[in-house]
Each structure stands twice: as structure tokens, then as C-alpha cells.
């Protein structure tokens, strides 16, 4: 398996991008979205990280493909948490465990750490999750809390564990 290729997200990546959390939106109660982000949300959303320092939007390319993502954004939208920014990945589900979501969190996380725009990075995980809270720990995010039954999803209740790390 080839090695993925990190760059900045391009307004042509959007469908893919697009297209793989869709797949997150509508099967997995991994993302507590419901509805699938429209092509113009997209954009909105892409133009967003352009405006604002220590906001990411990063994807992985393997064999000219996007096979995953990974975005910074404000974590809370009050000015005290400009330096705090929540991280979102997601991997197109036949290519996880080979190496796209390490690289792409090593790419962020220099970015992050060169910028010093941004003093936390947090990752809300929805859970269960064992595979996404044994990732993040690994690129030593800690467990701060978790809200029980904070989500409604597919007919259940889902607690949401909130992960940060030092940049």
C-alpha cells in the first residue's frame, strides 16, 4: 500500500470529502449529524478554515484519490476560546488501519505546533468508539470527561467523551 500524500483541501476535493462522511453521516454514530451536508454547506465550510489562523482542512491522496480528511475549527464560538480548536477525521471506510489517519494527524499536528496560533486541540468522540479513543491516545490526547446520553442517534442515547491535547 503506497504511502498517502497530506496537502491543504482544494475546493475539487469537496465531493470526496463529501462523500466520505456521508458514509458516517447516514451509517455510524460516529458524526451525531443526521442529514447529509449539502454541496453548498461544503463550500461554506471549506471558505471558513481559509479565514481564520489554526484552522485546518487537510486530506490524505493515495493513488490520486482522497481517502480521508482531517479539519481544525473553532471549538467554541466565544472569543476567550480563539486559541482552542476542536479536531475532526475521517477516513473513507475501506482504508482505515493503513496508515492515513497517523499521517494526516502527524501533518495537522506540526502544522499546529510550527503556527502557535493554537494553545488546545480537542476531539469530541462519540462513543463506543475503542478504535477512534485508542487513536487519539496514541497522539497523546487525554481524556477529560464524558456527558452521558449527550446524543440521540438511530433509536439510542450515545455519551460523547471529550479528548485533549497541549500543541
Known sequence: MSTPTIRDAVADD???????YTHYTLRT???????VR????WHERF?????????HFLVAERDRAVVGYVETQAF????????SVELSIYLAPDTTGGGVGGALMEDLLGRLEAAEEVHRVYAIIALPNELSVAFHERWGFVHRGTLSEAGYKFGRYLDVAYYERPV
Request: no cysteine; net charge positive.
Open 38 to 41: 449539502t454541496p453548498r454547506e
Open 47 to 55: 471558505s471558513a478554515h481559509r479565514r481564520h489562523p489554526g484552522h
Open 76 to 83: 467554541r464560538p466565544k472569543p476567550a476560546y480563539r486559541r
Open 14 to 20: 469537496l465531493p470526496a470529502v463529501a462523500a466520505i
Open 29 to 35: 454514530t460516529t458524526t451525531f449529524n443526521t442529514e
